[in-house]
């Protein structure tokens, strides 16, 4: 067997050791309201939004610190930040982006 390590990033609550969760799907569809609506989830209960980069987590984590992205609408499409509603209880310094080692055990009869 081959295995096939992937790092991806995370940002995780260091107090109560939750995340911030990827959304869920309902009807084969996603939330309408953006990420900076969620708080950290247990990861028992919500799967962990995964980033490819850590850059990509720096950049979701402060807009996520900032507080809740409101959208301009135009014909039913968002065009842009129309508004944030801060939100005092998101501290920075309780906040951090940690790598997740993804480990893919890949069968031998693929690599034939």
Known sequence: MKNTLFVQ??????????YLAEFPYKHGRQRRRGYTFENPKDPKEARPRLFNTEGGAKRALTAWLKGKHFGEQEDGYTIGVGWIQQIETRLRSQMAIVPVHIIAEEPDMYFD
């Open 9 to 18: 990033w995370a940002i995780i609550h260091k107090p109560t050791k939750y």
